[in-house]
Every structure is written in structure tokens, then in C-alpha cells.
């Protein structure tokens, strides 16, 4: 039931481009996508809906695919702030409205 | 407009203490989650909560642990006689309304548990 995140872990240089992938075993409502730094609270950044939706949040975007029960962020242009370990929170069909995350992808952005 | 509000942010107990982690909910929240986090791992769930009910428990183990959500008051998450393994950071998560009406979660900083 648990959402499988890849990559586990990314390193990159200040400017370059990541996609984190986050897919189901079940059929998704929602996908939502939040960050962690070290020691703090996660915070959110979007909910993808079924239907193939795209949204964006800065230079963060991501998609959801409905059919393939998959969901993937794109962080372009990276930032230094962008460290930190991203999570997916799944939202299955048939399940009792609770989010259910990953194990989560390392982010290390570097100068 | 205060967050989500853990206490304590650290607590140590020894081996077979009771262990009672609370969370306040932001202003105008009635749906409450509590995560379970390990270093290198995610957010476990463990029980989700609207205000004096238990909507799922189906990720906190069957003995030792329990939830509540009272009418007033914060929600707490009591571990009875703790074992080295119960070391870890719990979350707590409010909402408006359920995520199933696309309600995203709002985390407090989380309790560091500690067992000796």
C-alpha cells in the first residue's frame, strides 16, 4: 500500500534538473508532494488530482498520471533551498481518507 | 495564527515508562494524524482521528499504544511501558476536512522520543 519513491537519493549542482517518480499499487484519488529539511516539519507543495494534471509552484512542477497510478516532480533550475527529502502521500480508492507517504528521495543541492 | 503544536519537542523516558506526546491542532482543524518517522525512512501512519472518534488505527500496533481526540483539549498519543524500539519522531498532521476533499496535512515539529 505504501507509495514507491526513486530515486532513494539525488545529488545535484546549483541550476541542474531532477525528477523524483512516486507510483501505486492501487488507484489514487490524489497524490500530494511535501519536503523536509533536517530536524523540521514537512511542508507542503501541491496536490495532483486524477486526471492528468500538471501544476506548478515556482520552478517545482509535477504530474500525475491516473492510468499508471503515478506521480512525478520536476524541480528545474535547482536552488540551494530545494535540499531536503521529498515524500509523496498517496490517497487510495477504496481507502478511509488518510495519506499513506513513501520513504521519501533525498534531495543534496549543491554550489 | 498558531501552527500545529507538538509537546514536548523532546522526551526521555526509561524502558517500561508511559510515554504521552500531545498535539494541538491548528485553529479550526477537527481531522488530526499521527506519524511515526524513522532515520532513512518515511512517514509511517498510525491512526487517524476526528474530533472524540478514531477514524483509523490500522497503522498503531494493537497493544501498548492508543490515540485520543477529545472535544476539548488536544489530541495525545500514549505509549504504556516503552521499549528501545518505540525511539523515534512522531508527528502529528491536522486538516480542515479530510484529504479525500483534496484538504492538504499541516505538521507540527514532532516529538524526538527517546527510550533508555
Known amino acids: 500500500q505504501q507509495p514507491v519513491q526513486s530515486p532513494q537519493a539525488v545529488i545535484l549542482r546549483e541550476g541542474e534538473d531532477a525528477v523524483i517518480n512516486c507510483s501505486s499499487s492501487?488507484?489514487?484519488?490524489?497524490v500530494h508532494w511535501y519536503r523536509q529539511k533536517h530536524g523540521e516539519a514537512p511542508i507542503f507543495l501541491m496536490i495532483?488530482?486524477?486526471?492528468?494534471e500538471q501544476k506548478g509552484h515556482d520552478k517545482i512542477s509535477a504530474s500525475f498520471n491516473e492510468k499508471k497510478q503515478q506521480s512525478s516532480l520536476y524541480l528545474t533550475a535547482s536552488q540551494l533551498s530545494y535540499s531536503g527529502t521529498y515524500f509523496c502521500g498517496t490517497d487510495s480508492q477504496g481507502g478511509s481518507e488518510k495519506l499513506v507517504f513513501g520513504k521519501g528521495t533525498k534531495l543534496t543541492v549543491n554550489p | 495564527n498558531a501552527g500545529v503544536m507538538q509537546n514536548p519537542r523532546h522526551l526521555v523516558r526509561r524502558r517500561g515508562q508511559e510515554a504521552r506526546l500531545r498535539c494541538s491542532p491548528m485553529k479550526g482543524h477537527s481531522h488530526v494524524y499521527w506519524y511515526r518517522q524513522l532515520p532513512e525512512e518515511g512517514l509511517k501512519f498510525m491512526v487517524y482521528l476526528q474530533k472524540e472518534n478514531i477514524i483509523d488505527e490500522s497503522g498503531m500496533p494493537k497493544e501498548r499504544f492508543s490515540a485520543e481526540f477529545p472535544k476539548e483539549g488536544p489530541s495525545i498519543l500514549r505509549i504504556q511501558q516503552v521499549v528501545r524500539g518505540d525511539s523515534a519522531a512522531y508527528f502529528c498532521?491536522?486538516?480542515?476536512?479530510?484529504?479525500?476533499?483534496?484538504?492538504?496535512?499541516?505538521f507540527g515539529s514532532g516529538t524526538q522520543l527517546s527510550v533508555l
Open positions: 495532483l488530482l486524477k486526471g492528468g
Open positions: 492501487k488507484a489514487l484519488y490524489s
Open positions: 498532521a491536522s486538516s480542515q476536512g479530510s484529504v479525500s476533499t483534496n484538504e492538504k496535512l499541516f
